[in-house]
């Protein structure tokens, strides 16, 4: 049969490594147990889109599934990671984690707005809610980064609250109330050089450097 490869796309290397973390890639057959020990933060990246079983519905038919292999992993990684060990989700990071804390998505935005225009590397403006773990990583209540999605968290997961929207009202951004630091941004901050970028990154590497020295203790 064909080679399989793994990848993931450079920006993410980029980024944590100037933000000044050591990147190491997650393949599917990853033992998740011994991951979660090893971890001092996990960045769960994009992808294609999640399977809709996990909530309750049928595939749509604009949906391009995720290799099941990899959202199977994640799925344990998540129920093992330590409470206390920083999450970072990215656009389908972002949906995985509300999908992780019962939440739902929209299949295809389209069909809700009546527009396209959260794909295709969209310059796009997001508003911040003051007081969130985002807000404070940013220095104010404001973001710019390219959006590349058709999907969008439909109802919000246990837990969980909206710390970022579009002006059409699609969230782009949520936290965790039952973790320190666990934060999802709908948005590829990685793939642009906004504002925003270096310090969503060097805010995750810091808090992964403050989890690896409690792990030491």
């Known amino acids: 049969g064909p080679q399989v490869k793994y990848s993931v796309r450079q920006e993410y290397v980029a980024r944590v490594m100037e933000a000044g973390g050591s990147p190491v890639l997650l393949p599917p057959e990853t033992d998740p147990e011994t991951m979660a020990q090893l971890l001092d933060g996990w960045i769960i990246p994009g992808g294609d889109d999640i399977d809709p079983s996990l909530w309750g519905e049928s595939v749509h038919p604009e949906a391009r599934l995720e290799d099941p ?16 060990m920083p999450i970072l989700g990215i656009c389908y990071g972002c949906q995985f984690i509300n999908v992780m804390q019962g939440g739902s998505l929209h299949q295809h935005l389209p ?7 959260h794909r295709g590397d969209t310059w796009q403006e997001y508003t911040v809610e003051p007081g969130t773990i985002l807000a404070g990583v940013l220095g104010g209540c404001s973001a710019e980064g390219k959006s590349w999605h058709h999907q969008a968290i439909n109802h919000l ?14 969230v782009e951004g949520i936290q965790g109330t039952c973790r320190p ?15 925003a970028t270096p310090k969503i990154f060097s805010a995750f590497i810091e808090e992964a450097r403050q989890y690896q020295l409690s792990k030491r203790r």
């Open 181 to 195: 630091w666990l934060v999802g941004v709908q948005w590829h901050p990685e793939r642009s050089d906004a504002e």
């Open 157 to 170: 997961g246990h837990d969980l609250i909206a710390t970022a929207h579009h002006e059409d009202g699609t």
């Open 111 to 117: 069909d809700i707005l009546g527009h396209d225009s």
């Open 69 to 84: 292999h990899r959202t199977r992993m994640e799925v344990h990684l998540y129920k093992a990671a330590h409470v206390d």
